[in-house]
T-cell receptor
Framework: GAVVSQHPSWVICKSGTSVKIECRSLDFQATTMFWYRQFPKQSLMLMATSNEGSKATYEQGVEKDKFLINHASLTLSTLTVTSAHPEDSSFYIC?????????????FGPGTRLTVT | DAKTTQPPSMDCAEGRAANLPCNHSTISGNEYVYWYRQIHSQGPQYIIHGLKNNETNEMASLIITEDRKSSTLILPHATLRDTAVYYCIVRVQKLVFGQGTRLTINP
């Protein structure tokens, strides 16, 4: 149990276009979902936290108008990278949790590799 | 969230127990200790978590000191597939990743 999927697993897009990444919890209801970004040879950096039905909370330095997050249901969250540029190329990883508190495990998706040309 | 300190890298022989230390001296009473690992180019994998007591599951054991200022993750019989970056995280709500320990299991 506790499987999280992401789609697509990799995507290449042209500079200036927008890309949507989906994150789904397949066998549990995720009250809270998280989006991370990871550059090569670096650790994961938390971008934002989203709770179902409410606006996402973004970490300091993350542009909310550029990285649009929607958590419309208990099993689906989407991250849209708008007007992508080469510096947005990264490994994007989502995670899902049954609750926001520390007592609940976060389960991670396999990641989406975005390359902006 | 409290900060954690881990050695940047460790080596362990296949079949032996791998003991990964973590210091979290500023941990507060409601923060859980979580361990995840990340194999190259994959999403992090949950291993184990605990609050005060030692915990064991099918993957590993977690030993938390009585003062909760440090913990040790134990992989009892390491295999080559356990080679990964291991992250120790203290968490109230969100998981904030540090640099982790790069564990290499040698044949």
């Amino acid at each position: 149990g506790a499987v999280v999927s992401q789609h697509p697993s990799w995507v290449i897009c042209k500079s200036g276009t927008s890309v949507k990444i989906e994150c789904r919890s397949l066998d549990f209801q995720a009250t809270t979902m998280f989006w991370y970004r990871q550059f090569p040879k670096q650790s994961l950096m938390l971008m934002a936290t989203s709770n179902e039905g409410s606006k996402a909370t973004y970490e300091q330095g993350v542009e909310k108008d550029k990285f649009l997050i929607n958590h419309a249901s208990l099993t689906l969250s989407t991250l849209t990278v708008t007007s992508a540029h080469p510096e947005d190329s990264s490994f994007y990883i989502c995670s899902a949790s049954r609750g926001p508190q520390g007592a609940y495990e976060q389960y991670f998706g396999p990641g989406t590799r975005l390359t902006v040309t | 969230d409290a900060k954690t300190t881990q050695p940047p890298s460790m080596d362990c022989a296949e079949g032996r127990a791998a003991n990964l230390p973590c210091n979290h001296s500023t941990i507060s009473g409601n923060e859980y200790v979580y361990w995840y690992r990340q194999i190259h180019s994959q999403g992090p994998q949950y291993i184990i978590h605990g609050l005060k007591n030692n915990e064991t599951n099918e993957m590993a054991s977690l030993i938390i000191t009585e003062d909760r200022k440090s913990s040790t993750l134990i992989l009892p019989h390491a295999t080559l597939r356990d080679t990964a970056v291991y992250y120790c995280i203290v968490r109230v709500q969100k998981l904030v990743f540090g640099q982790g320990t790069r564990l290499t299991i040698n044949p």
